[in-house]
């Protein structure tokens, strides 16, 4: 899983901003990265934080993989 952008979005809405809006601040390849979930830079989010004046608790959320099952032998 690891970092959810979710909150960020949440965020923007509750400002009466868009994604679009972030333009301003941010690479068209940074906000699809942004919209996949995928890794961005701390600067980014320092970035985002300062453009929304939020913490990064507000854009972003961290969820933990699931650990990977290994299916249990039986012993004979």
Same mark, same amino acid.
């Given at each position: /899983?690891? /970092?959810?952008?979710? =909150?960020?979005?949440?965020?923007?809405? =509750?400002?009466?901003?868009?994604? !679009?809006?972030? =333009? #301003?601040?941010? !690479?068209? =390849?940074?906000?699809?990265?942004?919209?996949?979930?995928? !890794?961005? !830079?701390?600067?980014?989010? $320092?970035?985002?934080?300062?453009?929304?004046?939020?913490?990064? $608790?507000?854009?972003? %959320?961290?969820?933990?993989? $699931?650990? %990977?099952?290994?299916?249990?032998?039986? %012993? #004979?």
């Amino acid at each position: /899983m690891g /970092m959810k952008y979710y =909150r960020l979005f949440d965020t923007l809405n =509750r400002k009466d901003m868009k994604k !679009s809006d972030l =333009r #301003k601040i941010l !690479s068209p =390849r940074t906000i699809a990265k942004l919209s996949k979930g995928e !890794s961005i !830079s701390g600067e980014t989010i $320092e970035k985002i934080c300062s453009f929304l004046n939020c913490q990064p $608790e507000n854009i972003m %959320e961290y969820v933990p993989e $699931e650990p %990977e099952q290994v299916p249990h032998q039986s %012993e #004979k």
